[in-house]
């Protein structure tokens, strides 16, 4: 679960090929990919730009219609609650 997450920053290299794949899915074009500095190192893009409000492997590519952002403090608040969810279901039996 911690890899899907990114928390390791040697993650940085697999979560730049990731977003290579999702940029590959759409047919728009990539106005800006703002990046955490870690992976900031691994993306080759040619509108990339590092983003100091980002933590070091999260990342937010913005579309003309659209954005697509990966942030790790969201994803952490998304298991904390399904934890709590978990633990209050468990706990009525």
Same mark, same amino acid.
């Given at each position: ?14 979560? /730049?090929?990731?977003? +290579? @794949?999702?940029? *590959? +899915?759409?047919?728009? +074009? %990539?106005?800006?990919?703002?990046? *955490? ?18 933590? %070091? ?9 659209? /954005?697509? @952002? ?12 399904? %934890? @709590?969810?978990? %633990? ?6």
């Amino acid at each position: 679960m911690l890899e899907f997450l990114y928390i390791d920053p040697k993650n940085a290299e697999f979560v /730049s090929k990731k977003i +290579e @794949e999702i940029i *590959g +899915e759409f047919s728009e +074009e %990539v106005l800006t990919i703002e990046l *955490g500095e870690e992976l900031f190192k691994f993306v080759d893009h040619k509108n990339k730009k590092k983003n100091p409000e980002l933590g %070091v492997n999260d990342f937010r590519i913005n579309f003309d219609m659209f /954005s697509i @952002e990966s942030r790790i403090k969201e994803k952490i608040q998304l298991i904390r609650e399904e %934890v @709590e969810r978990a %633990v209050k279901k468990s706990s009525k039996i």
